[in-house]
């Protein structure tokens, strides 16, 4: 066969490569083409163009467009390489042949077509396969000028349009990113520092003024003095970054708001073009103040805390020194000072109950009287509104019941069976200053003798509480039983 | 000698404030009056000639550095009393001699001593 036509296929023994190899060899018998040694000389010469270049080439030609391509054309083909050469145009590319007949038309009707990145869903290796392709159709004609198929260059475009894509997609990610970042960010351009981006965050911290192609300083006035300009003039100048840690800016976040104290986390990044030279300023960070009231917060109620802790510490050594003199049996003056301690922590646990802002004067009552008399406590009676203590008033008002309870214990109106204390108190508002009357009356106890000698008790009782509210107390040994009276400003100024 | 001074005490815990004044009687003061608020001192002051003053800081949560700067102003000796571990007083009484709560008789009897 080769032999055959040999001699008429000069046209293809001048290329060599692997097509060239098989349309020579080819059984052309059952391609609607026909044997090459009959193609007409258009053809050839299409062919010999098409095997001579190495930019994806093929061409179709007669009624039923038999396939002819080059090396370069065969790796678009994929897994219809080689079965396609010579094979209709339409079987070979059934897949996409509703996308593409419109321009195969269009170049047999004699107008050559251009496209540019059109996509094709292709089946090429066995599944569907999405691709691109920049092509031409143009028409080839015979000796007589008439449209007998059609030439194609094409290149897949494939890979660029995905890195295209890809691009696109890493740049919206980023631009998300950059806009909706927790932190602020703004990119500076240029040594008078003009914005050139501002991401939301930025746009929250400045009262979300207008800052797309103005300068700091006409941004942000109110920054002048604060040493951020000149910041900015040295990192654009020097091209070291700075970083600033819970920096104090006075800055406007609201647009008609005051100038309000903020507190900042921020890194000044210069920007670097490829010839060294700084070209902008990248600002980004966290607005702190949260953060930084929070620490200054705590350290004020260690510090408090502290106070408190070394107050209580200096009471818990007044009342030792109080309690333990040299007149008293030691096992005795241990008994009292463990009482007087238990009094004093448990005034404490009330005050905690409220956050150490008051106590109930019935709580400190109920509190103490049970604390130091025990079953005895059930004939105390109680009558009085709801009047609450300020912290120091109310430590000092439970030490006092304790000393006027433990007293009651022990030679008043408690230390019998029978004996008992009514107390009471009420809120008196009739002058324009409102007072307290208090009432601790004891009766049905032993006849009362007055004291020999004031002790710690009746210090507290008379002149710790009396210090303390500003009031007059007036303490009675009456035979027929202990009358302790308070008549003071309401402290705290209400119930 | 010291019996004749008075002293002023501005101590908001009645309790604390007893213990100062007998620790201040042991150490022989003969007039020694306890004002438990800073309105209290400043009447004390305004009818009576002070000698020396101990002053807690924190009265009832107020500074009592006005009442200092005051006491100062009349030539009284001052002692502050804190609780607070580094209490940063204003320029002027930055060098004012205090006392760390709690504190002993020895301690305030060193202060004390000190004062011209």
Same mark, same amino acid.
Not at chain 1, 425 to 449: A, C, H, Y
């Given at each position: 066969?080769?032999?055959?036509?040999?001699?008429?296929?000069?046209?293809?023994?001048?290329?060599?490569?692997?097509?060239?190899?098989?349309?020579?060899?080819?059984?052309?018998?059952?391609?609607?083409?026909?044997?090459?040694?009959?193609?007409?000389?258009?053809?050839?010469?299409?062919?010999?163009?098409?095997?001579?270049?190495?930019?994806?080439?093929?061409?179709?030609?007669?009624?039923?467009?038999?396939?002819?391509?080059?090396?370069?054309?065969?790796?678009?083909?994929?897994?219809?390489?080689?079965?396609?050469?010579?094979?209709?145009?339409?079987?070979?590319?059934?897949?996409?042949?509703?996308?593409?007949?419109?321009?195969?038309?269009?170049?047999?009707?004699?107008?050559?077509?251009?496209?540019?990145?059109?996509?094709?869903?292709?089946?090429?290796?066995?599944?569907?396969?999405?691709?691109?392709?920049?092509?031409?159709?143009?028409?080839?004609?015979?000796?007589?000028?008439?449209?007998?198929?059609?030439?194609?260059?094409?290149?897949?475009?494939?890979?660029?349009?995905?890195?295209?894509?890809?691009?696109?997609?890493?740049?919206?990610?980023?631009?998300?990113?950059?806009?909706?970042?927790?932190?602020?960010?703004?990119?500076?351009?240029?040594?008078?520092?003009?914005?050139?981006?501002?991401?939301?965050?930025?746009?929250?911290?400045?009262?979300?003024?207008?800052?797309?192609?103005?300068?700091?300083?006409?941004?942000?006035?109110?920054?002048?003095?604060?040493?951020?300009?000149?910041?900015?003039?040295?990192?654009?100048?020097?091209?070291?970054?700075?970083?600033?840690?819970?920096?104090?800016?006075?800055?406007?976040?609201?647009?008609?708001?005051?100038?309000?104290?903020?507190?900042?986390?921020?890194?000044?990044?210069?920007?670097?073009?490829?010839?060294?030279?700084?070209?902008?300023?990248?600002?980004?960070?966290?607005?702190?103040?949260?953060?930084?009231?929070?620490?200054?917060?705590?350290?004020?109620?260690?510090?408090?805390?502290?106070?408190?802790?070394?107050?209580?510490?200096?009471?818990?050594?007044?009342?030792?020194?109080?309690?333990?003199?040299?007149?008293?049996?030691?096992?005795?003056?241990?008994?009292?000072?463990?009482?007087?301690?238990?009094?004093?922590?448990?005034?404490?646990?009330?005050?905690?109950?409220?956050?150490?802002?008051?106590?109930?004067?019935?709580?400190?009552?109920?509190?103490?009287?049970?604390?130091?008399?025990?079953?005895?406590?059930?004939?105390?009676?109680?009558? #009085? !509104?709801? =009047? %609450?203590? $300020?912290?120091? &008033?109310?430590?000092?008002?439970? /030490?006092?019941? @304790?000393? *006027?309870?433990?007293?009651?214990?022990?030679?008043?109106?408690?230390?019998?069976?029978?004996?008992?204390?009514?107390?009471?108190?009420?809120?008196?508002?009739?002058?324009?200053?409102?007072?307290?009357?208090?009432?601790?009356?004891?009766?049905? #106890? !032993?006849? =009362? %003798?007055? $004291?020999?000698? &004031?002790?710690?008790?009746?210090? /507290?009782?008379? @002149?710790? *509480?009396?210090?303390?509210?500003?009031?007059?107390?007036?303490?009675?040994?009456?035979?027929?039983?202990?009358?302790?009276?308070?008549?003071?400003?309401?402290?705290?100024?209400?119930? | 000698?010291?019996?004749?001074?008075?002293?002023?005490?501005?101590?908001?815990?009645?309790?604390?404030?007893?213990?100062?004044?007998?620790?201040?009687?042991?150490?022989?003061?003969?007039?020694?009056?306890?004002?438990?608020?800073?309105?209290?001192?400043?009447?004390?002051?305004?009818?009576?000639?002070?000698?020396?003053?101990?002053?807690?800081?924190?009265?009832?949560?107020?500074?009592?550095?006005?009442?200092?700067?005051?006491?100062?102003?009349?030539?009284?000796?001052?002692?502050?009393?804190?609780?607070?571990?580094?209490?940063?007083?204003?320029?002027?009484?930055?060098?004012?001699?205090?006392?760390?709560?709690?504190?002993?008789?020895?301690?305030?009897?060193?202060?004390?001593?000190?004062?011209?």
């Amino acid at each position: 066969m080769s032999e055959v036509h040999g001699r008429h296929l000069d046209f293809i023994a001048a290329h060599t490569g692997f097509m060239a190899e098989i349309i020579r060899y080819q059984d052309w018998s059952k391609s609607p083409l026909g044997p090459p040694s009959r193609w007409p000389e258009a053809l050839k010469s299409a062919v010999s163009l098409m095997l001579g270049s190495e930019f994806p080439m093929f061409l179709a030609w007669d009624h039923d467009l038999g396939f002819l391509y080059n090396d370069s054309y065969s790796a678009i083909l994929g897994a219809k390489h080689p079965k396609a050469l010579g094979r209709p145009f339409k079987e070979i590319w059934q897949e996409i042949w509703p996308d593409i007949l419109p321009l195969i038309e269009q170049a047999l009707a004699g107008k050559a077509t251009w496209l540019e990145d059109l996509p094709l869903t292709m089946n090429r290796h066995g599944y569907d396969e999405e691709t691109w392709f920049t092509f031409s159709y143009s028409p080839l004609r015979d000796e007589d000028g008439r449209v007998c198929g059609l030439f194609c260059a094409c290149t897949e475009t494939t890979d660029k349009v995905r890195a295209i894509r890809n691009n696109q997609a890493e740049r919206q990610r980023l631009e998300n990113l950059f806009a909706q970042a927790p932190g602020f960010m703004a990119m500076l351009s240029g040594p008078e520092h003009t914005f050139e981006l501002a991401n939301a965050s930025y746009r929250r911290l400045i009262g979300d003024r207008d800052v797309i192609g103005r300068s700091v300083r006409e941004v942000l006035p109110e920054l002048e003095g604060q040493g951020f300009f000149k910041l900015l003039d040295k990192v654009y100048q020097t091209g070291e970054p700075f970083v600033g840690h819970q920096q104090s800016v006075r800055i406007r976040r609201h647009s008609k708001g005051q100038i309000e104290q903020t507190y900042l986390d921020f890194i000044y990044q210069p920007v670097i073009d490829s010839a060294g030279t700084v070209t902008g300023i990248f600002a980004e960070g966290y607005d702190v103040t949260d953060q930084k009231l929070a620490q200054e917060q705590q350290t004020l109620l260690i510090n408090e805390l502290n106070h408190r802790v070394k107050n209580t510490l200096a009471i818990v050594q007044g009342l030792a020194q109080q309690t333990f003199k040299l007149d008293v049996a030691s096992p005795v003056a241990r008994k009292v000072f463990d009482a007087r301690l238990k009094a004093l922590a448990s005034a404490h646990d009330l005050l905690t109950r409220q956050n150490w802002k008051a106590a109930q004067i019935c709580e400190i009552l109920l509190n103490g009287v049970e604390a130091t008399a025990g079953d005895a406590a059930k004939r105390v009676t109680y009558d #009085g !509104p709801d =009047v %609450t203590l $300020p912290p120091q &008033t109310a430590v000092s008002f439970a /030490m006092a019941v @304790h000393e *006027l309870s433990t007293n009651a214990v022990k030679y008043g109106s408690l230390s019998n069976e029978t004996g008992g204390v009514s107390v009471s108190w009420n809120i008196n508002s009739e002058s324009d200053q409102m007072r307290l009357n208090f009432e601790w009356q004891e009766s049905g #106890g !032993p006849v =009362v %003798t007055p $004291p020999g000698k &004031t002790g710690f008790g009746t210090r /507290m009782i008379q @002149h710790g *509480l009396a210090a303390e509210l500003h009031g007059t107390i007036n303490l009675e040994f009456a035979p027929t039983g202990v009358r302790y009276t308070i008549d003071a400003p309401l402290p705290g100024g209400q119930p | 000698m010291n019996n004749d001074k008075v002293v002023l005490v501005v101590e908001d815990e009645p309790i604390i404030g007893f213990a100062l004044m007998d620790m201040l009687q042991e150490l022989g003061y003969g007039k020694i009056e306890l004002a438990t608020t800073l309105a209290k001192a400043n009447d004390f002051l305004e009818q009576s000639k002070i000698d020396i003053a101990l002053l807690d800081v924190n009265v009832h949560g107020e500074r009592s550095y006005g009442l200092a700067n005051e006491l100062r102003g009349r030539g009284v000796s001052i002692i502050f009393a804190t609780g607070y571990g580094d209490a940063e007083y204003p320029d002027a009484l930055k060098l004012v001699p205090t006392l760390k709560k709690p504190f002993n008789q020895e301690e305030l009897n060193a202060a004390l001593s000190k004062l011209s």
